[in-house]
């Protein structure tokens, strides 16, 4: 199975104003981080583009025309293409435009490395600058829930430094309602131990699942011993594993083996407690 990305254009043209389509299907194999490019005939001519791998920041990979054309003869048309491609007016270029403004599209920048004439195609190895979107990896990005704790700090601190800046005006000046306002500011109710945890969170390429409507119903927890206990079993729902919290460590996940060795302490205790009893 292959997961399409995109879709870009590949154009020619013979003239100025006489441009023809092959649309393009950018796709990536599910377990691979090979990519290639396939196309549908269009005017009897198949393009495709197999193995695209990146190298040293260059997206290399071979493209092939499968000639089956009725207004030229093979020869005629592996004779054209090949000069097109010496010219250079064959242009890959992402969809948003193909006919009328094909001049003004940003193309990406590839030339050819090698050529393989054979009796009914040519395979073109090209190399091209990684496109900028599609393929470039997802980046890691902070979690969500920082920005909100973030917003709630820099809400305290202009109320704090405006004592005529009621919340009514401030929610205004921000273009949220005092609803949303009153439930940003409660996740500064939150213990610091918890606080300091969102904000060290690292940058990551998924969703966190902690958020702000959960850590809101911690928040309204007076007691801030109960809060951590029920954050670290927030952690555990949502993260996986069996977190706690030390003092002076803060927040951690367990390993198999120091719940193993903790379990087996308790049981332990457990029967020299009962061993007592039966004294």
């Avoid at 549908?40 to 092939?64: F, I, Q, R, S």
């Avoid at 401030?170 to 940003?184: D, P, T, V």
Wanted: hydrophobic share 35%; aromatic share 6%; charged share 30%.
């Amino acid at each position: 199975m292959a997961t399409i990305l995109s879709e870009a254009i590949l154009l020619w043209r013979e003239n100025l104003y006489d441009w023809y389509n092959v649309r393009i299907l950018l796709c990536r194999r599910r377990k691979s981080n090979i990519l290639f490019l396939q196309t549908v005939p269009t005017n009897g001519l198949t393009a495709t583009v197999e193995k695209m791998t990146k190298e040293e920041g260059k997206m290399v990979g071979k493209l092939k025309y499968l000639i089956n054309a009725d207004e030229m003869t093979p020869e005629e048309r592996l004779e054209r293409i090949t000069q097109l491609m010496a010219q250079g007016v064959l242009r890959l270029i992402w969809e948003g435009g193909t006919t009328k403004n094909a001049e003004a599209e940003q193309p990406c920048k590839w030339k050819v490395v090698q050529v393989e004439e054979h009796s009914n195609c040519l395979d073109f190895k090209i190399q091209m600058d990684a496109p900028r979107e599609n393929l470039t990896p997802i980046q890691p990005k902070p979690p969500r829930i920082q920005k909100y704790l973030k917003q709630a700090q820099e809400l305290s601190r202009r109320l704090e430094e405006d004592p005529h800046l009621t919340k009514s005006a401030l929610a205004k000046e921000i273009g949220i309602s005092r609803f949303e306002l009153r439930h940003n500011l409660r996740l500064l109710h939150l213990a610091p131990e918890i606080q300091k945890f969102i904000m060290d969170l690292p940058p990551s390429k998924k969703d966190y699942p902690i958020t702000k409507r959960k850590l809101r119903k911690i928040s309204m927890i007076f007691n801030h011993h109960e809060q951590k206990d029920r954050f670290c079993e927030l952690l555990s729902q949502t993260m996986g594993g069996n977190w706690i919290y030390e003092i002076g460590k803060g927040f951690k996940l367990l390993e198999k083996n120091t719940i193993k060795n903790e379990v087996q302490a308790k049981c332990q205790e457990t029967q020299i407690i009962f061993a007592d009893t039966q004294k």
